[in-house]
């Protein structure tokens, strides 16, 4: 953004004012993953976004629209630190995180590298925000760490075994899923059958919604639904920047 006090439609590229900071996460098999910490300018975060990007042999990396925008925004919009990172063997402008793609099995340690950042950092209260493969992720490995809940995009459930299913029920964290209607892998109805076993889940089906989440509108729903979450008290999240009054009205 420029220097201007000029009030700015958050859209798209529109970048909020952040302290951004490139990091390096470590992994017990010895790897370097590349990622960026952005955390609020004035005041510390009140809630911690651990974020897992999608596939990376289809595309996924930690630019992935919706985490780049959640990195771009809710640190100015919702007091969050946004913590993302490349998984192993994956590239983006960032860089490339050394290793190579573990089928979401090797990838265990990379969830492991970034929390232990977390607890080195002392950022609280964390979340997993897994979006597609990132959900993945989330399930088979977060009731590992020390984590709030976690929060699942567009969870297509292909790597997820039963059991790991089964582990989150009664589990302390919380968990909620955002499940798109026109989903390319689990649509509402399938979901509900798959996460029957999980009483404490929270199901969210969104209208309208593809598991890409493409468009505004569709990155504004992920994004309040997130802060609804996270960190309630930021809703309703202003729609331009500096923030005016009215503009949490709408």
Not at 103 to 121: C, H, K, L, P
Request: charged residues 20%; negative net charge.
């Amino acid at each position: 953004m420029s220097g201007t006090n000029e009030p700015v439609e958050i859209r798209a590229s529109v970048e909020l004012p952040a302290i951004r900071e490139e990091i390096e996460l470590h992994t017990s098999d010895g790897l370097t993953l590349v990622g960026e910490l952005a955390t609020p300018v004035d005041r510390p975060p009140v809630a911690t976004l651990v974020t897992l990007h999608p596939l990376p042999t289809a595309g996924g990396f930690m630019d992935s629209h919706i985490i780049r925008k959640a990195a771009a925004r809710l640190p100015a919009l919702a007091d969050l630190a946004v913590l993302r990172f490349n998984t192993r063997g994956t590239t983006s402008p960032r860089g490339t995180s050394e290793g190579s793609f573990g089928q979401g099995i090797d990838e265990r340690a990379d969830v492991a590298a970034a929390m232990s950042f977390v607890t080195a950092r002392a950022l609280p209260h964390p979340w997993l925000v897994g979006w597609s493969f990132g959900t993945e992720l989330a399930l088979k490995y977060g009731l590992d760490h020390g984590i709030d809940g976690a929060i699942l995009l567009s969870p297509p459930l292909h790597r997820t075994s039963e059991q790991e299913l089964a582990r989150w029920h009664g589990a302390g964290p919380s968990l909620v899923a955002l499940i798109p209607e026109h989903d390319d892998y689990l649509k509402p109805a399938e979901a509900a059958e798959r996460f029957a076993g999980l009483p404490k889940l929270r199901r969210i089906d969104v209208a309208g919604g593809k598991h890409l989440w493409v468009g505004e509108s569709q990155t504004k729903r992920v994004l309040d639904e997130i802060v609804g979450v996270v960190n309630p008290a930021a809703l309703p999240l202003p729609a331009v920047w500096p923030a005016t009054s009215d503009s949490r009205t709408g």
